[in-house]
């Protein structure tokens, strides 16, 4: 990371200056304290991206937190299984889950593999607060959601998502809430490869 700092003019701050090099220049820009000093970190995109592609915890400790939190990124092969036991309850007679796998298109495009970033911090941070509030607005007992992150190929499990309750109608609203609201707020974004076409970056919310 390299530190600057810059001070505004009329109609500029120090952030709408460099945002402008930083698609051309291939960087990443951070405010470090844009009220205080305009001071900015400037690091290469390709070093934050490497960064994104790893959690920090183990698999075991990542489990765990989806277990008492509700949400975690993975970096490996998601165990289905796993996630399964956390959602075993007698007094729950509806479970719904949904598993969302990497295609092998996109549009008219062929994909033949994707990258999964994300900020994991963040995410589970994100994570936590849309798992407390499905449980609000659902009357679901328990879920349990898992987002991969890293290189994954066709057919790989992306995102798992698990929900239990008394009766089946908030389980599956419930399921499809969440999976929306993690393809819209989660701090994860892709890179797809293609068979005939340069690599795209996209959003996760395709």
């Not at 970096?75 to 007679?93: K, N, P, Q, V």
Request: charged content about 30%; proline content about 3%; hydrophobic content about 35%.
């Amino acid at each position: 990371w390299r530190r600057l700092q810059l001070l505004p003019s009329k109609n500029k701050t120090p952030k709408s200056l460099l945002t402008k090099l930083e698609p051309i220049h291939n960087l990443s820009i951070s405010m470090t304290g844009e009220n205080k000093n305009n001071e900015i970190k400037i690091g290469d995109k390709e070093d934050v991206h490497s960064q994104s592609m790893q959690i920090k915890r183990s698999a075991d400790d990542a489990y765990a937190i989806a277990e008492r939190d509700g949400f975690a990124l993975l970096d490996e092969a998601i165990d289905e299984t796993r996630l399964r036991a956390m959602l075993d309850d007698d007094s729950c007679g509806a479970f719904a889950c949904f598993e969302g796998r990497v295609r092998n298109h996109n549009n008219a495009s062929c994909v033949e593999r994707l990258t999964y970033y994300g900020y994991e911090d963040l995410a589970i941070n994100q994570g936590r607060q849309i798992m407390d509030e499905a449980k609000e607005k659902f009357e679901i007992t328990a879920a349990v959601a898992i987002h991969r992150i890293g290189a994954l190929e066709i057919g790989d499990i992306a995102v798992w998502i698990g929900v239990i309750s008394a009766h089946r109608y908030p389980a599956f609203d419930a399921c499809r809430w969440i999976l929306d609201t993690i393809k819209a707020d989660i701090p994860v974004w892709k890179q797809e490869y293609y068979d005939n076409e340069s690599p795209k970056w996209l959003s996760n919310n395709g």
